[in-house]
């Protein structure tokens, strides 16, 4: 199976079928059967899991000089699949023409099951010079639970000369992503009857008066050149049990997306001074903007490539998604990072999801290219 084209496709259909919807994730599986094919090819593959069947993968191939190695990284897990009824069988990997429907098809099991056939194909080079590095993660959905656990153990993540993350983008390389700073406001007011509000203390309240003032809010940092600017969205309000009580609770959830030069420190200082009201606050997510120089002598080069096997010209551009290069390329030593995979952007967490059998087969000739390039040159 290893090293045709077509295995890039059945494997990921292997892995669609293997549930790691996060939560509870349960990731092990996949990282059991990405960890055979890599042990098979000849890499050192280690297992670490943060919680029972959380389990993410490094696995490391070795060059003969000490020249910094080239990192391809994905997730294991998937989003949840919706109220929605799906067409299909969201678990079954079925293919019609050049669609193959599933969870995680395009986020991001097809970006996994290609970086797993280029690197067989990679560890069959002679004369390496450099080595390759391969982290598949647990937990990446839920905020990079399984990318912040590898960073705490001792020697695991190494230093890297440049980094890959399989993330959907249609096989074209963006520079980085947005920082995202979720957040949970919870306000406590005092119950009454509804119709002695004055006896109360109305939570819903507090929460409405702060949503107007967060709405209001602009953030002082400019424009950035490829990410833009940051945003604020208000995604939930919740308060109250019942029409006829003044309600003592209530809780609003915000999504703040962030670029280059930002502090998530102080931009959650900021959000607790304009929410007043005694509002208490917690991080639900909490990740770092990555923007890396276009200009870059590898960076550059990929976008070369790209422009040679598909024409037009590569744009610098960020991904409106994070992923574990939040983690991985502060910890890696702000490495040159790129974001590339065969899934359809437009296709994550929707219901049936697809991606593309064609652009499977092309990112599998794009990341060995890559790699080739790296590990030989």
């Known amino acids: 199976m290893a ?34 094919f890599l042990s098979a090819a000849g890499f050192d593959v280690t297992a670490h899991s943060f919680a029972a069947e959380r389990t993410s993968i490094v696995a490391t ?19 949840p699949l919706g109220a929605a009824a799906w067409a299909r069988d969201p678990l079954a990997a079925e293919i019609d023409g050049d669609r193959l429907y599933g969870r995680g098809s395009s986020d991001m099991k097809s970006g996994v099951a290609a970086m797993l056939v280029a690197a067989m194909a990679l560890a069959k080079l002679p004369r390496r010079k450099a080595g390759l590095v391969l982290i598949f993660t647990a937990g990446e959905e839920t905020g990079c639970d399984g990318a912040r656990y590898l960073t705490t153990l001792p020697n695991i993540v190494p230093k890297a000369g440049a980094l890959l993350v399989g993330e959907p983008t249609g096989n074209y390389p963006l520079i980085g992503h947005k920082g995202a700073l979720w957040l949970r406001a919870a306000f406590h007011g005092v119950t009454a009857h509804g119709s002695m509000p004055e ?13 107007l003032r967060l709405a209001d809010h602009r953030f002082g940092a400019a424009q950035h050149n490829h990410l833009g600017r940051p945003s604020l969205n208000i ?5 109250g049990l019942n029409v006829n009580s003044v309600p003592d609770q209530a809780d609003v959830q ?22 007043e009201e005694g509002a208490t606050l917690t991080r639900m997510v909490d990740v770092g903007a990555v923007a890396s120089n276009p200009q870059n002598e590898w960076i550059s080069g990929v976008f070369d490539l790209y422009e040679q096997r598909f024409g037009g010209r590569v744009d610098p551009r960020g991904a409106p998604f994070f992923t574990d290069a939040s983690v991985f390329t502060p910890a890696m030593g702000n490495v040159p990072t790129l974001i590339l995979g065969p899934g359809e ?17 092309a990112a599998v000739d794009l990341y060995t290219e890559i790699g080739q390039r790296w590990i030989c040159g």
């Open 254 to 275: 915000i999504d703040i997306r962030t670029v280059p030069g930002q502090s998530n420190e102080a931009i959650g200082a900021d959000v607790t001074a304009l929410l």
């Open 61 to 79: 191939l070795a060059g003969s000089t000490d020249r910094e190695p080239i990192c391809f990284t994905g997730h294991l897990d998937t989003v």
């Open 3 to 36: 090293g045709s084209r077509h295995s890039a496709v059945e494997l990921t259909q292997d892995l669609i079928r293997l549930r790691s919807i996060n939560p509870p994730g349960e990731e092990a599986p996949c990282a059991r059967l990405a960890g055979a």
């Open 235 to 239: 995604g939930s309000l919740h308060g």
């Open 199 to 211: 006896l109360g203390d109305n939570a819903v309240l507090k929460a409405a008066r702060s949503v």
């Open 345 to 361: 952007t437009a296709m994550a967490h929707k219901t049936d999801e697809y991606c593309l059998v064609s652009k499977i087969d």
